[in-house]
Each structure stands twice: as C-alpha cells, then as structure tokens.
C-alpha cells in the first residue's frame, strides 16, 4: 500500500472517519495492513484489512480502494472481494475524466476573493468526506454573481478528493439561445459516458434516474450541475449516493429539493471587487482608486459586471477607467430620482452596455431571467422595482406598488426571490425582507421605461407613498403645540399596541420612507409624510435626516401657503436644533414659528413658541429674559386651561428662580409642576419636576432628600428613554457626593454622565461636565495640568453654543492657568496650542 502520511497520521484520520472511540485504531495496525499479506514463509500472517476498511483507508489516502490493491493482495483475497474489486476497475476505466465535459469552465481565469464561502464549502466537503454530512448543496444567487466560478474553484480544490473522477453538466437554464436541458436528455448523456451501452438506456425519466442511480451507488464523484432552471430540472439527476458530493448553482432557490443544503451567493465585499477589478483590468499600482470605486458601486460589486467592464479597460487602457466613472455619476443621480418624463432613459441604457464583451452583456443575462417569469403579472412586478425608492422591499410594500391585497402581494414577492431577481434580506415581524441588487434595479428600470408609460411609474410611487403616510399617522406623532415642553412627547394610551407597531414599522422603514419623500413631488400628502416622519427621527436621534425631512415638509407647506402647518414644521425644527445645542438657529426657527402663530391669532401655538424661545434664552444664560417669557406662557396656559403647558411653564419659572438664588420660590414652583404632571400622567415631566426640586434640596444642603429625589429622576429617565434627564441627574449626584466630600463618588457619576452625553451628542451637557471634573480636579490637589485642559474643552463648547456661561468659565481658567504657573506646571503642546488660538497667555 502507499505509505503518503504517517502511520500516526493515518490512524487518527481513520478514528476520526470511523467514530469509534471503544475501539480506536493503532498506528500499529496500519503498519500491519500496509505490510499485508507478508512475505511468503515468514512464519507470521498479518490482519487482513476488509473491505470495510480499505474503503477508509481510501478517503485518507484521497484516492479510491481498488488503488490500494496490488496482484500479491488479489491472491489472497475473498472471492467476493475479488468480484468487487473486477467490477469498480471496470467502472473506473469508463467513467468520466475530470474537465471531459465541453461545459466545463477553463480554469485559465483567476479566481478572486469570496473568502467566506470558500470557508464554508470547504466545511462542507470536508464534512461530507470525514463524517458523513449532507451530500447536495446549492450555490444561488443573481445573475452574474459568480456561481460558476465558485463552483470551478471546488472542482479545482477538492477534485482529487473524488477518485471516481468529476462530472459537470450545464443545463442551460438561463443561457441565451439554447433551452434549458431536460432531465431525460442530461441523463442520457451522463450514462453514457459512464460507459452505459446506449442500447440498454430507456426513454423515459423514470428508468433513467433509476439507472444512472443505480451505476453510481458505489462510486465516490464530485458532481456539479451547473446553471440549473429550477428543481424539476434538477431532482431526477441527483444520483442519492453516500460517497458522491453534488454541487448545483442556479439563480433561483430551489426551495423544491429537500434535503439540499443552500449556500447564498451575494454581491463582492468592496475590497475583493475592487480586487477583481485590478486584477483583470490589468491596473497599474497607481491607478484611480476614486474612479475604481465609482465604476465599482455601478456594477453592485456583480463578477460578471466587473469581468465585463475590466475587459474594456485591459484592452483600451486605465484611460477608461476614468471615463466610465465620469458616465456612471450622472447616472447615480439619475437613479436617486423619481418617475419623469423619460428624457433621460438613454443613460440607463448606457450603463448596461458598459458591461459588455464582444457579444456577452449584463443585459442578456438578465433579460433571460426576466422572459421566463411565469406571466405578465410577474414581468410588470419586477418592472416597478426600477422605481421601488427602497433598497429593501417586502410583500407589504410591493402590495401599494402594484396595486394588489397584500395576501396576493406575499405569492408575487415569492415568485420573483425564487427565480433570483430578488435577494434575502434579515427577516421582519411581517414577513421576510429582501434585497434589490443594484443591477437588478438598473435593469428593471430599462424595462419599465420601454413598456410602461411614466404616468404608471409615478402612480405606482403614490400609491406607496398614501400607504406609508396611513401607517405614519397611527404612529402617535403629536402636533407641536400638544407638548411644548415634553421631549420626547408622552404617547396616548395604545391598549392594541397599534402605535408602537406602527412607530416600529417606521423606524425599520426609515430608508424606504426617506426615499419616497425625495422622489415624490410637491404634493400634500409627502409634506405630511415628511414631517411625521421628521418629528419621529428627531426622537429617535437620527438628526440630520429629520432635519432634511422637516425642511422638504416646510417647502412643501410654503409652496401651498399652508401657514399653521409651516408653523409647526418650524416648532419641530427649533426642537430640532434646540437638541442639537445649535441654539441660535433653534432660536431663529421659533421666531418664525411665534410670528405666524401672532398673524394667525392662534393662541396654543403662540404659548408654544414662546416657550421654545423662553427655553433657548434660558440655556444660553439670559434669564432676566427667560423668566418674561415663561411667565407670559403660564398666563396663557391659565387662559387655556391647559395643564400641560401650565406645568412646562412651572417648571420652566423653577430653573430661573433656583438660577437666580430665590430657592424657596423655586421651590414652590417644581412643587406646583410635580402636582400638575402627577395628575395629567405626564411622566416626563414628572422626571424633570423631580430634577429640579433634588437641586434645590442639595444647594440647600437637604442632602438625603436631593439623594432620593435625584435618584428617582434618574430611575424615571431611564423608563422613559430621555438620555437628557438621566445625564443631568448623575451630574446632580456627582454634585451631591461633592458637596459632602466624596470626590472619588462624584468623578464616578460625571463619569457616568459624560459617557451618556458624548453618545447623544449633547455638547451643553457634555461642557457641564467637564466644568464639574475640572473642580474635583482642582480640589483633588497635586501640581497638573488636567484641570486646565477640562476647563479648556468646556470653555470652547461653551463658546460654540453662544453660551454666557463661557465668560465665567473663561475666568475660572485664568484661576487654574495662574495655579500651573505658580507650580511650575508645563502645559502640554497641544493645551498651548489652543489657549493661544483663544487669545490667552501661555
């Protein structure tokens, strides 16, 4: 026998293969077997390996058992085994030789990335060869994604593995110009060249599966069918032998074939397309890496996309290179836009005939994909996902699109995943997501603009759009002036769980919903999309695409002289920015808001504004000004019999008398708000009233009252989700730990307090920090330089927000930097480099 590993080796492959730890096998023994039968007359016979075994022995040896007999074995052989052994010889002469087939792919082409699956095919094989695992998989994927040569690559890989040699059969399902193959024609074919007298070959199926099932029982293949149509092409070629590994690749999923195990196939990572691209492109290291990815992004990181366009540019120069990416750019922009008058479509065009070589186009293999869906119905579906303004879809939004119920809607989506047009996508409380591939995109909307008029294309995004504005109404978004003070705004009662289902819905929507806005028109309803959906994403923090929205929806409004909608959109974006410390173009918003709401004699919207324009005076320090204006809102609120803005405005009244030193009136005030909010159920507000009144208590020095009443602020910040309270009362506490001289204590709750601002982007609470660190800085004691660089990143927040405190703070920092001097403490580079730049003298 051929001794190619270590008998240690061998053995414990063999253990591995066989499972069986009771009796494992000895690297002895296999020195016995491979010494088997002996030398005549040496007096002592040797174990004889069976057949069982010689099979095992094959697989780790990567060749197939009649290899490991020789004529001295053959004599001393059972009869039986003898038979076996004459009969996979005869086989073996007649099966068919690795890369026979005229189908099989030339190996000549490099293959590039697709590192995972590799992994995971390698898994598998070695699985299928050791222990037994699942013996067909399935490699699907869009057209162009590299099925085929992943399939090649395994050939290349794992083909000696199978000494019984490689069979490859290309069905054809989607090739331009042929049909797909059928089963009985393939089969005939395969027995054929196994060796099978054509005389002995049936006509139908039935007796031909049978048959090539038959011939390859014992037989230890690599099979690839590549290319296949779908399961009932495939089903009857599947040979159900346990030695045999099938590999089929298709567009569609296969969900037929039970027992096949599938292996998704999507689009290149960036990096391993951008290497494709390099590498047949023949690109010179100094290429253009921008354009290089511009061209990259069109082809949807597709191999078939990249191969077609690399071949251009190796043949015409990286000159090319420049000038598809200059071709592909207007093109991105035109894809973002909604339904025109067409104009434009030979742009579309163009970028499916970049990916193009003499003759082989994106375009073809697509079209073949598209003519053989079922029906018409099925052709116009995937027609509408050129002007789908999502990269994601499922059958509730494909429903609106189409013009379908939605029970019909989940068959159609189906259909179009099965035959690989659409690609899984993470799988949601509804239903499963999927995935619009970029050329799969591309193609659709060249399809749309020859068949289907462009006033179907924009009825179809209106329809969308009237869907995703009903589920934004359920979505509790209050009007401005119903919570002034509250942020975010408590919701109504939802006992059916509508409103949160429905402001679930939008934040997994987001990317779809902000599509339909920017390519919808000037119409009522995407104002109000938009500015729903705004108000919602401030909320949740996605700031700058609420701001976008919300200026889209005051467009919209302005357009339409829609004076109280203008109002509110502007009272949300003062919200916005008031968030966002950007207080003075929050203030310039609530300005504008409170001049409407003045004009339109609108009484709930003047008290609201002007408590937007009483909170921004107070944050930048005016609190003369301030305290006017809370008080004119709580007249108002009094007037209106409004108990929520009576306690904003409460509330509001308590920071400017504790701020000005006047504790028990503010005192009174929080008191007043805390009653108000317990009585409506204003949790929010509650939260703050608490907040307020703990500050009072500790600047009063009521030190275990302030612990409590802080405690739970922070306790009801969490609940409710406002980063913003639970932020300012860990400061509260770190506050209080000072106040009674536990320093270490309070750096852990500014530390805690810190963390939270920095996450949510809060440069007010985060400059109130740092100013509060510097002061257990200083008080810690010790010649450093840290109180000076806390004070300095507090100074410049400050200063950036327009803040009045930065003067004091200023001072405090002329305190500490005379403190270094009189230490000798030298400041770092970089600390000086600042100071300088703010005018002070290092």
Known sequence: MANEFTQQHVAAQFNRLTGKPSAPMKAARISEYESWPGARGAGRVHPRPTLDVLKNLAVIYRTSWDQLVDTADLAQMPSAEVAAYRAVVARRTTALPAAADSGFPSGLVPFVGRTEPQRLLRERIEAHLYSGGPGVHVVNGLAGVGKTALARWVVETFGDRYPDGIIWENLHGHTDGRPPRTPAGVLEQMLLKLGVPPETIKTDTGHRSARWRHEMRDRRSLIVFDNVLDSKQVRALLPEARDSFVLITSRHKLTGLT????????????????????????????????????????????PLAIRLIAGQIAYQGPDLLGAAAAEFTPLADRMRQGPDDGTEDSLVERALDLFSAEGETLRAAFELSYQRLPDLELQRCVRLLGWFPGTEITAETLAPMVGVPQAQAYGLIRQIFEVGLLDPAEAGPNGQRYRIHDVTKLFARVKADAADLPSEHAAAVGRLVRHCLSVARQAGVQQPYESAGSFPAPLAPDPTGTTQRARAWLARERELLLGCVRVTGSE????????????????????SDARGLLFRALAIARDADDRTTACDILFELGTLHRRACAYETAAACFQEAHDIATALDDTQRIAATLWGLADITRHRGDYDRARIAYSDVLGMARQLENPKFEGDALRGLGHMERMGGDRAIAHRYYLDALRIAGE?????????????????????????????????????????????????????????????????????????????????????????????????????????WRPCDLLLKSLLLYESMGIKLAEQVRSELVDALSRCRRESVLLPDRIQEDLRRLGFDC
Do not use: C
């Not at 689009?267 to 511009?294: I, K």
């Open 259 to 302: 027992g096949a195990v599938p292996l998704q196939l999507d689009a290149m990572e960036p990096s391993e397309a951008e290497e494709l691209l390099v590498e047949f492109a023949h690109l010179p290291p100094d290429y253009d890496v921008e354009a290089a990815r511009l061209v990259l992004r069109a082809a949807g990181g597709l």
């Open 524 to 543: 009522r309803g995407t104002g109000e999309l938009a500015r729903l959906l705004g108000a919602y994403l401030s909320e949740l923090g996605h700031l």
């Open 680 to 784: 409506i159920g204003d949790t929010y507000s509650l939260g703050w009233s608490l907040w307020g009144l703990g500050s009072v208590s500790r600047e009063s020095g009521e030190f275990d009252t302030a612990r409590t009443q802080l405690t739970k602020a922070l306790t009801i910040g969490g609940e409710i989700g406002d980063h913003l309270l639970r932020a300012d009362a860990l400061r509260g506490l770190g506050h209080l730990e000072r106040d009674v001289g536990d320093l270490d204590a309070a750096q852990e709750f500014y530390a805690e307090s810190l963390d939270i601002t920095r996450r949510t982007r809060d440069p007010h609470g985060e400059a109130d920090v740092l100013r509060a660190l510097a002061y257990i800085a200083l008080r810690s004691g010790g010649a450093h």
